[in-house]
C-alpha cells in the first residue's frame, strides 16, 4: 500500500525558508511522478511542483519557478519542496502526490496523496 507522509511544514516569517520533505513507501517508484499542491482556506487546490523520479525532470507552476526547487532522494524515498522567499500568500496545506509515469498538473491526475503539512507564513 502506498504512503506519502509530509513533514516539515511550521510557521516563518515572509521572506525565509522551508524545507518539506514527503517520505514515499509501499512500492517502487522509478516509474512515476511525485507531486507538491497547495491549498489555501476557501481556494482550490492548486499545482506547486512536479518530478519525475527515474530522470529528475522537474515542472513548476509560474509563480514559484525561482522561488521554489524540488528534487529527490533515490535512496530515501524521499521528495522534498525547498521554499525560499516564502510570502504570506504562500500560506496553505502542502500535500504530495503520486502518480505514473508522465508530470502532469490536474490534481485529479494523480492516484496517492499525504496527509498535508501546514505552512504559515506571516508578515
Known amino acids: 500500500q502506498v504512503q506519502l507522509v509530509e513533514s516539515g511544514g511550521g510557521l516563518v516569517q515572509a521572506g525565509g525558508s522551508l524545507r518539506l520533505s514527503c517520505a514515499a513507501s509501499g512500492r517502487t517508484f522509478s516509474s512515476y511522478v511525485m507531486g507538491w499542491f497547495r491549498q489555501a482556506p476557501g481556494k482550490e487546490r492548486e499545482f506547486v511542483a512536479a518530478?519525475?523520479?527515474?530522470?529528475?525532470?522537474?515542472s513548476y507552476a509560474d509563480s514559484m519557478k525561482g522561488r521554489f526547487i524540488i528534487s529527490r532522494d533515490n535512496a530515501k524515498n524521499t521528495v522534498y519542496l525547498q521554499m525560499n522567499s516564502l510570502k504570506p500568500e504562500d500560506t496553505a496545506v502542502y500535500y504530495c502526490?503520486?502518480?505514473?509515469?508522465?508530470?502532469?498538473?490536474?490534481?485529479?491526475?494523480?492516484?496517492?496523496w499525504g496527509q498535508g503539512t501546514q505552512v504559515t507564513v506571516s508578515s
Open positions: 502526490a503520486a502518480k505514473r509515469t508522465y508530470i502532469d498538473v490536474p490534481t485529479q491526475n494523480y492516484d496517492y
Open positions: 518530478i519525475r523520479w527515474s530522470s529528475g525532470k522537474t
